[in-house]
């Protein structure tokens, strides 16, 4: 295997089998035989070209990428630790490169074998952890949307003030919280009193609280 990597172009074949295999077992159940075919390929490529403390280093950083990554991917889904975890991993394979045509092969390698892992979700069963981690997710949405919505129906019939001018729409108190709302077409100076109407979702409606009704509710 030494001889081979004299070969600059060996590095990108190897650092995609290692990417492919090692992602691959995080996104289906192997039962860990991509996971040390993946750590096979990636020992391999930093062991033949660094010093144990130097390998040592830059294969935690490796792995940091990936699992910042595979964090983002599955939980975050904002892109950001996704792009810090990939140029991590990129700076690992490349900064262990002997020169700068098998570094640049290496992180070819790195790209092409994340993508490649995908291909494993067409053939073999995707792991449980990933959909029981999405369902949990949906559900606490749907949890927390609910949740939001009955606190919101809560408000129909009670009176507040406006702290706003709402021409037709702006901001109005009711018990010591603030609501954006919107009027049904008629002016509201601040700090008139009004009353909610109706609530559709997170949209409500309020009018002018009159005197005589300001009267009678007292």
């Known amino acids: 295997m030494c001889s081979l990597l004299s070969y600059d172009w060996i590095a990108l074949i190897i650092t995609l089998l290692g990417t492919m295999f090692l992602i691959g077992e995080l996104l289906v159940n192997m039962r860990g035989l991509f996971g040390l075919i993946g750590l096979g390929f990636i020992t391999v490529y930093f062991s033949s070209y660094l010093s144990t403390d130097m390998f040592i280093v830059m294969m935690l950083v490796y792995f940091l990428g990936i699992a910042l990554m595979i964090i983002d991917g599955k939980l975050i889904n904002d892109g950001t630790l996704a792009m ?40 073999f069963k995707r792991r449980k952890m990933w959909t029981k981690i999405t369902l949990v997710d949906q559900l606490s949405s749907e949890m927390g949307y609910n949740s939001l919505k009955e606190s919101y129906q809560n408000l129909v019939g009670q009176t507040g003030v406006a702290m706003t001018d709402m021409r037709p729409v702006g901001t109005i108190q009711v018990d010591q919280e603030e609501y954006s709302a919107v009027t049904n077409g008629t002016w509201i100076s601040k700090g008139d009193d009004v009353t909610v109407v109706s609530v559709d979702g997170t949209k409500i409606l309020v009018k002018k609280l009159e005197d005589n009704e300001t009267f009678t509710s007292s």
């Open 84 to 123: 810090i975890g990939g140029a991590t991993t990129i700076l690992a394979v490349g900064l262990s490169a002997p020169n700068w045509v098998a570094g640049l092969y290496s992180i070819i390698g790195v790209i092409l074998g994340g993508a490649a892992s995908l291909l494993f979700l067409r053939v």
